[in-house]
Structure formats: structure tokens, C-alpha cells
Nanobody, 124 residues
Framework: QVQLVESGGGLVQAGGSLRLSCAASGRTFSSYAVGWFRQAPGKEREFVVVTSRSADNTYYADFVKGRFTISRDNAKNTVYLQMNSLKPEDTAVYYC?????????????????WGQGTQVTVSA
């Protein structure tokens, strides 16, 4: 069982930055790939980025490439999402999720555990 807690969301102007954190409970955090997803009002949840168990494989959605960076510190059971050059269209609730299946996936259904989400609002 893994519990995930996101933090770091907030209100920022366009062009600004935020760093989200995803803190996990449990001693086996390094056994999970971790992904970030987001959901804007009236839209479906969409994939943002995923990092593998040891962070040797990372995949980004095209719309965040070059702006967002994922990292993980398995010793601290934490995954980070550095978000730069934020745009109003990045406004959403951001969720982290853990996947115990080997490999990585962009599909939300693959993930076993989810955090409660953190709101990111980017003003124009």
C-alpha cells in the first residue's frame, strides 16, 4: 500500500514557475514508476510525465517538453515536478500516481495509487 500526498500548487502568473512535490509513504517507493497527470475543469485527466523506478527512463507529454522536469529522490520517497514557463492552459489539478507494473505508462488506468491532487492556477 502506498499513500501519495501532493503539495506545491498555487496561483502564479504566466511565465512563472512552481515546483510540485509528491511524497509517498511506504518502504517500497523505489519499486514504483511515478507519473503526473492533470485535469482541467470540464476536461478529461491527461498524462503529463512519468519517471521509471530508478529514473533512468522519463517520458513527457509534448505540451510540457522543455518546460517541465520530473525528478525523484527515492531516499526521501519524493518525486518532484518543476514547472517553468507556465501558461494559462496549464491550469488544472495535478495528480501524482504510482504504478507497480514494470516499465512506464502514459495510461491512467495502469496506475495503482493516486494522490488527492494539488491545484495549479496560471493567470494571464
Amino acid at each position: 500500500q502506498v499513500q501519495l500526498v501532493e503539495s506545491g500548487g498555487g496561483l502564479v502568473q504566466a511565465g512563472g514557475s512552481l515546483r510540485l512535490s509528491c511524497a509517498a509513504s511506504g518502504r517500497t517507493f523505489s519499486s514504483y514508476a511515478v507519473g503526473w497527470f492533470r485535469q482541467a475543469p470540464g476536461k478529461e485527466r491527461e498524462f503529463v510525465v512519468v519517471t521509471s523506478r530508478s529514473a533512468d527512463n522519463t517520458y513527457y507529454a509534448d505540451f510540457v517538453k522543455g518546460r517541465f522536469t520530473i525528478s525523484r529522490d527515492n531516499a526521501k520517497n519524493t518525486v518532484y515536478l518543476q514547472m517553468n514557463s507556465l501558461k494559462p492552459e496549464d491550469t488544472a489539478v495535478y495528480y501524482c500516481a504510482a504504478d507497480r507494473t514494470p516499465g512506464t505508462s502514459r495510461k491512467a488506468a495502469r496506475y495503482d495509487y493516486w494522490g488527492q491532487g494539488t491545484q495549479v492556477t496560471v493567470s494571464a
